[in-house]
């Protein structure tokens, strides 16, 4: 009897131990599978390789004179001289609209892309799915941007003043856009702007003549009647110009970054304006920057004697975040998410946020332009070719 009931222990204790092991291989596969090893990782400061074999698809088209490439949404979105066309990270064609533009440049407004006349009176938003809005100005176009809230702000001529402002609302019901107000500027000619990210604040930068020099300065705008609030004279003519989650904003030229704060209250105790970069008369200089997840600010800095590129990341305190060097000359930048693309005239490289190298890839071609067109994809042109260049 004695022996009988040792052995059922045995057995029973043999099953329970071969059901803990199931249960912990299960839990095991899961924790892989949510990602919590990366998370464990991470939570404890240890840097991983999160770098993958990307996958390439020459995407379907048969391109009409020089392209202007975009992205949004996991969408790329050409436009040539047959009108703006997106199609898939599959390279498969998507949607096509008929707009002619003499002097197109592209920019971004929350989830969509902007094809602007650069001087001209046309302006086009398209979203992954095709066309959003379309708006003709009776004023030559000199910038148009836009923020998550829905506003969007063109910078154009205006009669009798240097330049002018003017802010809309889209409305995505009846795809129109709402003009607000007009804000003008007689001694100011204001080239690059931000709308903060609560849609509460408009930042411009633009230059003036200062005893006959040409002096920067940042102003600052009410959204709510186009007031400006404050402005900064600065010796730097900032043309790059990105508002954080924060509220802070980021303005960058190639030889200075500033981190500059004013609040819409009476108060000015929290305003402040901090240089958290400048050249200090030596070779290297920013030759881009984008603010990465409304982050940071992440800029490359280089020269063509040195043959790499420094990339810094730095948060609104003027922190340094990222720092790690790429061989070769960055010739230009992109974002989406919390990735940030760089490409050489030979090679793409896709970090993310932390500095972590997600994947690199060669275009066997001189590149001309890449962009991402969401947080693991992107678009690679030259040579009459656009590749869709997939890191997942």
């Not at 022996?3 to 059922?8: N, S, V, Y």
């Not at 949404?73 to 436009?79: F, L, R």
């Not at 760089?342 to 890839?361: A, C, H, P, S, V």
């Amino acid at each position: 009897m004695d022996k009988r009931r040792a052995a059922q222990r045995r057995k029973r204790r043999r099953l329970l131990g071969l059901i803990a092991a199931v249960i912990a291989a299960v839990l095991l596969i899961v924790f892989f599978a949510k990602g919590g090893y990366e998370k464990f990782l991470d939570l404890l400061g240890i840097e991983r390789n999160i770098a993958v074999t990307p996958t390439i698809t020459e995407v379907a088209c048969e391109l009409k004179g020089e392209p202007v490439i975009a992205g949004v949404g996991g969408t790329i979105i050409i436009y040539d001289e047959q009108g703006v066309t997106g199609y898939g990270s599959d390279g498969k064609w998507k949607w096509n609209e008929a707009c002619t533009l003499e002097n197109p440049v592209v920019s971004y407004c929350g989830g969509s892309v902007v094809y602007t006349d650069s001087g001209g009176t046309a302006a086009y938003a398209f979203g992954p799915e095709g066309i959003l809005w379309r708006y003709g100005s009776e004023k030559k176009l000199m910038a148009v941007f836009g923020g998550a809230s829905g506003q969007i702000c063109m910078i154009h001529e205006e009669n009798e003043y240097l330049s002018a402002a003017t802010i809309f609302e889209y409305d995505e019901k009846s795809s129109a856009l709402r003009e607000l107000f007009t804000r003008k500027f007689g001694s100011h000619y204001m080239l690059a702007g931000a709308i903060s990210p609560d849609g509460r604040q408009l930042a411009l930068s633009g230059a003036y003549s200062n005893g006959g020099d040409a002096a920067g300065i940042v102003s600052f705008l009410r959204m709510s009647d186009g007031e400006v609030f404050t402005s900064n004279a600065e010796e730097e003519i900032y043309v790059k110009l990105f508002y954080a989650d924060d509220g802070r904003l980021f303005a960058a030229n190639s030889d200075s970054v500033r981190v500059l704060y004013h609040s819409l209250t009476a108060s000015s105790e929290e305003d402040s304006d901090q240089e958290i970069w400048n050249r200090e008369n030596g070779r290297e200089l920013l030759t881009d920057a984008v603010l990465v997840n409304g982050k940071y600010l992440v800029a490359a800095l280089g020269s063509e004697e040195s043959g790499k590129t420094v990339v810094k990341g730095y948060d609104t305190a003027g922190k340094e975040r990222l720092n790690f060097e790429i061989s070769g000359n960055i010739i230009g930048m992109h974002t989406a998410g919390d990735a940030v693309l760089l490409y050489t005239d030979r090679y793409i490289y896709m970090y993310n946020e932390k500095g972590l190298l997600i994947g690199t890839q060669e275009a066997g071609f001189t590149i001309k332009k890449a962009v991402c067109t969401d947080s693991r994809h992107a678009a690679v042109y030259g040579d009459g070719r656009v590749l869709s260049v997939s890191f997942q």
